[in-house]
């Protein structure tokens, strides 16, 4: 009897060949050697069909046929690739095969794509034994067919992958068929088109909301300007920078005309206060007293890994490119087995893999750019306790740890963009064996007469990981290392003490204005789908949230490229800047007012959770799909009863004005 081994692309079915030393010349769609067969999909082969192949009347939209809530759902294999179906449905029917294991990609995508296919090839009385793996070296191919565990432990992931599906397919096609019904005329008069077609769905309709909520906080904020007082003091021949901060003696405590408690509302109260301690100054012989040096040690961590958002908001920074194409570029860098599975949001290794991690380290030492810190790790042997710290825990990782360079072959084939991303994962993840960077903060007060100025400033004085992160620093990026190195420097802060006495050079005023928050870019945008639409900046709380998030790591970058193709929202390609269109804008006003909470993310974020809930097992499909056919029934019954077209119009008008008059 024989074992077909079932991949999800040629290109993989390949590596499982080589690995389990089959003859890799092609037949007809699969690999055979005496007693294993391997074969593969391409994606996807099977789909879910869509209203008129339940009944040919369900072609012609219509308000009387919604909701549409089939009770047994359709499937059809798509057009295309029915001759590879063919050939895969007939290898798992074959006579000679008794076990089938399962080598989709490991994720609930990839558990879909095989189910379906089984399904539709009406599969009965074999083995299947599900192949789980993170990287695709020969090594960890053979350990996942060594380790593979019957089909049914994936049940539960199955379950939630046909949920998603179902999810999709119900909200897509009952929400866009509804909205457009109702609002399409009004859309396509006011947009001048001769007809339009509103896409809705779970994910993408939040994301649009999230770009156009940011977009009216941007329009809506006023802008407010303000005056600080600065002061350059000298010691010991270096200059020291100050800022002014009221405090309770100050001529201005509790003013009216303060910003905060470090500036003035207007210019004229800056220039009093100059001439105030001007006049102190003069009678002190020019001479500032510290009042106080405050030193604080301050201790940086490596940063964890990467998981795919956070690699794509990286490359979205420093390359300017899109989390579509990072995520190409690092597919292409699993496939030439140079890192781990992509498709991931753990941002740390398992107990499993951090013992055997001087494998991956010793592979870098074949890079010529990372040779020196990889051999650095090894010598130390610092890997040896990595699996006491936070970047090894086993409760964070649900399918995949995170991605990690896992060899140094084929690097000849990769293009110079490939090989920089491929860099940067290497680069984080060697960083985990060095020690943290330490910086030393100073918090000087100064003072004159009642006034008092304050210079912070900050040093490194052990570069520690820095050393092999600071050469790929983002454009634009803060320098790490603090703000003046010069040795002389540090010394002379370090030496003030309170009395110690200072010359006052000179005092200015420098304007400021509040600025709006930022726009998203391709990858904080990510970002803020991971984290159910907040757009956590700081890496350390972000690595703290766990929850689901808007989307799913394999599905974000897919997200935000169809909304780009159907003119929703604009990317600035040159600065991965996102911005909405008018027509998204407008397409945001009417499930605003129709089904508005498609708009929110917690709530479309509560909806993966579910799945994951599904997933873990904690409840079940019937549950979920209860709730599913409720939320889309109820809300299609709410549409229909509205009668706001006209209404809607007027807003149309509104939101057209920020495009200064440009329909379309």
Known sequence: MKKLFIAEKPSVATEFAKALKVPTGRKNGYLEGDDIIVTWCVGHLVTMCYPEKYDERLKRWSLDTLPFLPKEFKYEIIDGVKNQFTIVSNLLNREDVDTIYICTDSGREGEYIYRLVDMMANVHGKTRKRVWIDSQTEDEILRGIREAKDWSEYDNLSAAAFLRAKEDYLMGINFSRILTLKYSRNVASFLKLDRAVLSVGRVMTCVVGMVVNREREIRNFVKTTFFKVLGKFENQGLSIDGEWKVNEKSKYFSSPMLYKDNGFREKIYAEELISHIEKIADENNREAVVLSNDKKKETKNPPLLFNLAEIQNECSKRFKISPDETLKIIQELYEKKLVTYPRTDARVLSTAVAKEIDKNIKGLCKFSALANFANNVLEKGEYKNISKTKYVNDSQITDHYAIIPTGFGNMNSLSKLSLSVYELICRRFLSIFYPPAIYQKFAIRFGIGDEIFIANTKVCVERGFLDILSPVKTEGEDDETGDNQNPEYIKMISSLRKGSKLMINSLSIKEGETVPPKRYSSGSIILAMENAGQLIEDEELRSQIKGSGIGTSATRADILKKLFSIKYLALNKKTQIITPTLFGEIVYEVVNCSISQLLNPELTASWEKGLTMVSNGDITSEEYMTK?????????????????????????????????????
């Open 628 to 664: 599913l056919e409720r939320f889309v029934g109820i809300r299609c019954l709410n549409v229909k009863k509205l009668n706001n077209q006209y209404s809607l119009n007027a807003v149309f008008e509104e939101v057209s004005k920020e495009y200064k008059g440009m329909k379309g």
